[in-house]
């Protein structure tokens, strides 16, 4: 008897950690940039504009909203960024840009999944750097959307405290 029930404990914590496994292998899948993209700058290129892109952490969890955020210039993908990650990207000059910002969230009363998107316009200069902060913004009712300012660079440096570097930011961390 002592032994059925020591063999059934070890079954369902065998269950448990596959699924706890299998959640976490599934809910990250990282920031990832869109080297294809017409604005990443080849490397060698000798004009580009060194762009940050930062997205902090939050108080509390955000629902559909904590998961990756997708950034698109001019109508195309050029990265997806994690919670709690900061990347850099090197991009070809560009007088004016549309950066438009897309998640999930869950909106009205029934918390029906609606897709949020904002569009926010950008110069990039070559020589120049730029960060990006991405907030969220909650609306309640209304959803939750993000905002791109660009700060400088003390604000950007004490933000990338507590954020991960991923991609081209781990060779060059703020």
Known sequence: MLKRCFDNFK?????????????TAWS????????DHHLVSAAGEPLFATVYFLRPLTERA?????DALSISLDGNKLLTLEKGDYTLVYMRPRVR????????????????????????????????????????????FRGVYFTARNVDMF????????????????????
């Not at 079954?11 to 959640?23: A, K, Q, R, Y």
């Not at 316009?121 to 991405?134: D, N, P, Q, R, S």
């Not at 604000?155 to 703020?174: D, V, Y």
């Open 11 to 23: 079954f369902l914590i065998f269950i448990v950690s596959i699924g706890l496994g299998g959640c």
């Open 28 to 35: 990250w899948n990282g920031t990832q940039v869109n080297a």
């Open 62 to 66: 955000m629902g559909f909203s904590d």
């Open 97 to 140: 840009t549309t950066m438009t910002l897309e998640n999930l969230s869950e909106v009205g009363p029934f918390w029906k999944t609606k897709k949020m998107d904002k569009d926010y316009e950008f110069g990039f200069t070559a020589g120049e750097t730029y960060f990006i902060v991405l907030e969220p913004v909650d609306g309640e």
């Open 155 to 174: 604000t950007a440096k004490q933000l990338a405290q507590n954020l991960r570097p991923s991609g081209e930011a781990r060779k060059a961390p703020l």
